[in-house]
């Protein structure tokens, strides 16, 4: 296990690397930069700013610069927001996103894995029927839709909610909930899926013949098999979750990692977009190699030791 973790983790330094690589240069090959949209700035001026952030420099040594930079925990200073590095902007905004995103997460794993284990216990009746539905329209309809819908009916309509702004536990339901409808919808489906399938399997067959309860058999032997499915989805949805609330985050006005990343792409801020892109590429490779330690907790049988990458 240690040889696999050891063979993992070096090629999530390499993947972090690419990645880090590819962004960096994908946003130089953008025309313009941080300070193209002044306006009023002089060329001289200009060039005195760009020489402070050493953007006159060969695209070579700038490159070099920032993995040096990166090597020692430095992300470099915003070009836009004076006087932040972006570290100060990442342990700023990150806790809310991800406050919201695990309110997300949890929400759809209490509903998701429940609504599937029903949907298999009553298969083809009007429990399944209904949960069928709601879960079509939960991966049917974007989040973006589902986030003005709820805001239309709750907030301008009901007047019963906040239609944005991160102050109480109020302003947190209609973001958690368009966040978390379609994780919610696909843990449904799969948990359904998948425990339909175990329920069928010969040893649970033993188990209602030997007299065992119902309750025991679902969650003593059916419900942690039919969970490992369920896991692998969980590893990146966490991910997506953690770093796909852009469009909410934005939609509800949250001060969240989410907003920073896209008002950075609008003002060319390379080092947010490059500092962003690379730690939420962390969290995703983070995420993808839980899920590997936590296969054999499930099912014993799995080994990841054995696993060839």
Not at 188 to 204: C, K, N
Not at 289 to 303: A, K, Q, S, T
Request: include cysteine; charged fraction near 15%.
């Amino acid at each position: 296990m240690l040889n696999y973790l050891g063979k993992r983790i070096l090629n999530s330094i390499v993947v972090l690397w690419i990645v880090m690589t590819v962004t960096f240069f994908l946003m130089h090959a953008i025309p313009g930069g941080p300070f193209t949209a002044e306006k009023n700035l002089p060329p001289a001026v200009l060039a005195n700013i760009e020489a402070r952030y050493k953007l006159n420099d060969p695209l070579s040594t700038q490159y070099m610069d920032y993995i040096e930079n990166i090597l020692h925990g430095d992300l470099g200073p915003s070009f836009k927001y004076v006087g932040r590095s972006v570290n100060d902007i990442i342990a700023e905004s990150f806790p809310v996103s991800c406050e919201l995103g695990m309110e997300a997460i949890i929400l759809s794993l209490c509903l998701g894995i429940p609504a599937g284990v029903l949907a298999a216990f009553r298969r083809n009746q009007w429990h399944d029927r209904t949960i069928n539905f709601f879960t079509t329209l939960g991966i049917a309809v974007p989040g973006f839709v589902l986030a003005a819908l709820l805001v239309e009916i709750f907030a301008m309509k009901l007047g019963i909610l906040p239609a944005a702004m991160w102050n109480d536990w109020t302003n947190r339901i209609l973001p958690t909930l368009a966040l978390a409808a379609m994780p919610m919808a696909f843990i449904t489906r799969l948990t359904r899926s998948s425990m339909l399938d175990v329920l069928g399997q010969d040893y649970i067959k033993t188990a209602k013949a030997k007299g065992l309860s119902t309750s025991y058999i679902l969650f003593k032997h059916a419900l942690p098999n039919a969970l490992i499915p369920v896991v692998t989805y969980v590893g990146p949805m966490v991910a997506s979750i953690l770093t796909g609330s852009f469009v909410i985050e934005t939609i509800f006005a949250i001060p969240g990692l989410g907003s920073y990343f896209v008002t950075s792409i609008y003002n060319r801020d390379y080092t947010v977009i490059l500092g962003v892109t690379v730690f939420y590429s962390a969290i995703i490779i983070l995420m993808n190699m839980l899920v590997d330690i936590i296969y054999p907790i499930l099912d014993p049988r799995i080994n990841i030791g054995d696993r060839e990458d």
